[in-house]
């Protein structure tokens, strides 16, 4: 037998136990050019919150009566394709299935050389990738600028956070606990960090950017995003990667922020990783070149067992993880 996760319903709010179930079906048999996967590592993200919705958004909703998907690292246990063979270690989109049929032109093999094969879900994968070009691209940080970043305790922000530092940004981090405001600052050097849940946000930024705040990388939005408008220098960017506070709040509103984008005359554009497809290997060459030397570094937070895949999506929510947030769920047959 083979164990799926299915959405049953969709989520008003918080999505909870309710909304998804665990099924047995059949183990799939692949056809000719596919190959057949066992799940070794499921990615949760944010963004996953979105497609539980049928509101119209930039992908696809997840179908009801049927598997979610996402980023995940697994192992070809038979092939029917020439272009992967059985012990492959593959990364791709996938459902949140033990085990699945896929064509094999959808999947990347891993190279091992670069990394332990969950960077291929985190800081070599799509969190990575979004970090750089959301800060590249958008951002365009400049020696001697001032960077604030959101969620700075993340598999993205974290990213940010060292991209930041490497191009000479003073770097401002938020998080939402002591732990990952001490990760930030002793494993990131950070240069000044803000628990959110227990200081005020709008002094303590005035405090930590005396300069005020040229560039801000949003993947929260709510109330701390509130707080860093008014700081916004002349030109300022701001990339819009992800609006984690509202995700669950059913017409979410707040202060309005188009005086403080009008008086900067601030850029903000809202992105997703797949807008910059035709440019992944530059990213990707970057962050591993970095990697490599020692120039970036990264956490992740790993719950075992396919079982639990749902609480660890739901620690989203609840800020649980510190960096990449992944579940394993078996070990490869061919180490």
């Not at 959110?196 to 300069?211: D, F």
């Not at 669950?248 to 188009?258: A, K």
């Not at 530059?282 to 749902?310: D, S």
Request: aromatic letters at 8%.
């Amino acid at each position: 037998m083979n164990h799926e996760i299915h959405l049953v319903e969709r989520p008003k709010a918080k999505p909870t136990h309710e909304h998804l179930k665990i099924v047995e079906k059949d183990r799939p048999q692949p056809d000719q050019g596919e190959v057949l996967v066992k799940l070794l590592y499921a990615s949760v993200d944010p963004y996953m919150r979105g497609r539980m919705s049928a509101a119209k958004s930039y992908i696809a909703p997840f179908e009801l009566n049927a598997p979610m998907e996402g980023g995940v690292v697994g192992e070809v246990v038979e092939s029917k394709a020439d272009t992967l063979r059985e012990g492959d270690i593959i990364t791709g989109m996938l459902p949140w299935k033990e085990y699945t049929a896929a064509k094999a032109d959808t999947l990347r093999k891993i190279d091992t050389s670069l990394g332990p094969i969950t960077t291929s879900l985190g800081i070599l994968g799509m969190p990575g990738l979004t970090a750089y070009f959301g800060l590249i691209d958008i951002g365009q940080p400049k020696k001697g600028e001032t960077l604030v970043v959101s969620g700075a305790a993340g598999a993205v922000g974290s990213t940010v956070a060292q991209i930041g530092k490497i191009s000479g940004c003073h770097v401002v981090g938020i998080a939402g606990s002591d732990e990952k405001l001490a990760y930030l600052k002793n494993e990131l050097n950070v240069d000044e960090v803000i628990n959110y849940k227990t200081e005020n946000v709008s002094s303590q930024l005035e405090k930590a950017c005396p300069n005020g705040i040229d560039i801000y990388f949003d993947n929260v939005g709510g109330n701390i995003s509130d707080a860093v408008y008014p700081l916004l220098n002349k030109f300022a960017r701001i990339a819009q990667c992800g609006a984690i506070a509202s995700y669950n709040v059913p017409n979410d509103q707040g202060p309005r922020m188009q005086m403080h984008l009008i008086k900067s005359s601030a850029l903000i554009k809202g992105f997703t990783v797949g807008d910059y497809q035709d440019r992944f290997h530059e990213g990707f060459t970057h962050l591993a070149q970095w990697l490599q030397e020692g120039k970036l570094t990264y956490e992740e937070t790993i719950t075992e067992g396919f079982e639990n895949i749902p609480d660890a999506f739901f620690g989203l929510f609840e800020g649980t993880n510190i960096g990449k947030q992944l579940v394993k769920i078996a070990e490869p047959t061919h180490n």
